[in-house]
């Protein structure tokens, strides 16, 4: 069962364009999210995270809300450049397992 | 500089021939991770190591081992590999409730 999930494989932007990458979770025990984003080749890097007690976080161009009643967060990237084009991973954990269970990712592309 | 080092970075081998593919970081974190990287499947953990000695199944766990001797390293080991195992490996370490570093990746080919 995904407990974290993804449901858009891909998504297409053109630069200067706002990104709107969504993640939904199931486990209601979820207390920290993450983002990471990945380029081939490369392994994942971390990008911004989110604790349950905020429903939004914010760093430069990336924002993250967080919406628990819905179970969902997403990521906003205002103004999107072509060098954000990558697959973004959501990712979830709960305080008493520690243990970050992963969507299945998006692979964003950002034209000019 | 902060970093997570696993190797080899790519590797061909054949069916049944014992592999390890290592991990270290150099963080001081208690928390270690295996991960797979399939298409349409994301990151799948396959093992876990919450401190030295202490190491439990992820969601793919299946002919697979780890070992965590010391809180640096935590390799991963294929005792008799299949094809069905080739794939994008990915060790990463973390603080606890901290986001997780990556290690560059390792591209497993099983022949």
């Known amino acids: 069962d995904q407990q974290v999930k993804q449901n858009s494989p891909s998504l297409s932007v053109q630069e200067g364009r706002i990104s709107i990458l969504n993640c939904d979770y199931t486990n209601s025990m979820f207390d920290y999210f993450l983002w990471y984003k990945k380029y081939p080749a490369e392994g994942p890097t971390f990008l911004i995270s989110i604790s349950s007690i905020k429903d939004k976080n914010e760093d430069g161009r990336f924002t993250v809300f967080l919406n628990k009643s819905a179970k969902h967060l997403s990521l906003h990237i205002v103004p999107s450049q072509p060098g954000d084009s990558a697959v973004y991973f959501c990712?979830?954990?709960?305080?008493?397992?520690?243990?970050?269970?992963f969507g299945t990712g998006t692979r964003l592309q950002v034209f000019p | 500089e902060a970093q997570v080092t696993q190797n080899p970075r790519y590797l061909i081998t054949v069916t049944g021939k014992k592999l390890t593919v290592t991990c270290s970081q150099n963080?001081?974190?208690?928390?270690m991770s295996w991960y797979r990287q399939d298409p349409g499947l994301g990151l799948r953990q396959i093992y876990y190591s919450m401190n030295v000695e202490v190491t439990d199944k992820g969601d793919v766990p299946e002919g697979y081992k780890v070992s965590r001797k010391e809180k640096r390293n935590f390799p991963l080991i294929l005792e008799s590999p299949s094809p069905n195992q080739t794939s994008l490996y990915f060790c990463?370490?973390?603080?606890?409730?901290?986001?997780?570093?990556f290690g560059q990746g390792t591209r497993l080919t099983v022949v």
């Open positions: 963080m001081n974190h208690e928390y």
């Open positions: 990712a979830a954990s709960a305080m008493d397992t520690d243990k970050l269970i």
């Open positions: 990463a370490s973390r603080a606890s409730s901290t986001e997780a570093f």
